[in-house]
């Protein structure tokens, strides 16, 4: 199993961005998928997670701005981030968990300017 990670950047506080979790290696049948992010210095935590049965979690600094989705079709998990914050920026990694393990994206770099 694969996870690749795109869309991040350098951006300007405010505005909006997506991120997007390629899967490939295996039919899109995970337990759970979801989004991290670890700041420098910082811990890794969980920004937002889907369920394959479609529910979500938010970690409470980015409920309301954040949004989780998949695109079956593409084996793809995207996070919407609105409202961008410089407290945003962080590595975001993608994470997939399926009934035998679970598994690591690379990361990618957003970085949010006020």
């Known amino acids: 199993v694969q996870l690749v990670e795109s869309g991040g950047g350098l951006v300007q506080a405010g505005g909006s961005l997506r991120l997007s979790c390629a899967a490939s290696?295996?039919?899109?049948?995970?337990?759970?998928m979801g989004w991290y992010r670890q700041a420098p210095g910082k811990q890794r935590e969980l920004v937002a997670g889907?369920?394959?049965?479609?529910?979500?979690n938010y970690a409470d600094s980015v409920k309301g701005r954040f949004t989780i989705s998949r695109d079956n079709a593409k084996n793809t998990v995207y996070l919407q981030l609105n409202g961008r914050r410089p407290e945003d920026t962080a590595v975001y990694l993608c994470?997939?968990?399926?009934?035998?393990?679970?598994?690591w994206g690379q990361g990618t770099q957003v970085t949010v300017s006020s």
């Open positions: 290696g295996i039919t899109f049948s995970f337990n759970a």
């Open positions: 994470n997939a968990v399926f009934t035998w393990g679970d598994y």
């Open positions: 889907l369920r394959s049965g479609g529910s979500t």
